[in-house]
């Protein structure tokens, strides 16, 4: 079974800057899409970015498109979120996932995409 943990979260100012990184392991295959979410208290659970298999190909939600980007490593997969221009309105848990099969444009912030998650790392931007 797949099993995700990640790193890297804390407290930053807005402006700032954040690197979340997540491991995957228990596969003797790699995993297909992978991703990060985000949950802030009160708020639905929300896709940031996602990278695919390969890592040639990436999604940006609207609101962090041109302050993250994400990529991947092998050996051991990982998969990175490079946060700058870090606001206030970013602060919440971020999680990891990792699906069996490809991104798609039209599916990769769907929750129920996803078989794997990772326990999550706060981030938090104060202003």
């Known amino acids: 079974q797949l099993q995700l943990v990640e790193s890297g979260g804390g407290s930053v100012q807005a402006g700032g800057s954040l690197t979340l990184s997540c491991v995957a392991s228990?596969?003797?295959?790699?995993?297909?899409?992978m991703a990060w979410f985000r949950q802030a208290p009160g708020k639905e659970r929300e896709g940031v970015a996602a990278?695919?298999?390969?890592?040639?190909?990436?999604y940006y939600a609207h609101s962090v498109k041109g302050r993250f980007t994400i990529s991947r490593d092998y050996a051991p997969d990982t998969v990175s979120l490079l946060m700058n221009g870090l606001k206030p309105e970013d602060t919440a848990m971020y999680h990891c996932?990792?699906?069996?099969?490809?991104?798609?444009?039209?599916?990769?912030?769907?929750?129920?995409?996803?078989?794997?998650w990772g326990q999550g790392t706060q981030v938090t931007v104060s202003s």
């Open positions: 990278v695919s298999p390969g890592g040639g190909i990436t």
């Open positions: 996932a990792a699906d069996d099969i490809g991104c798609g444009s039209g599916h990769w912030q769907l929750i129920g995409v996803y078989k794997s």
């Open positions: 228990g596969l003797t295959y790699r995993p297909g899409c």
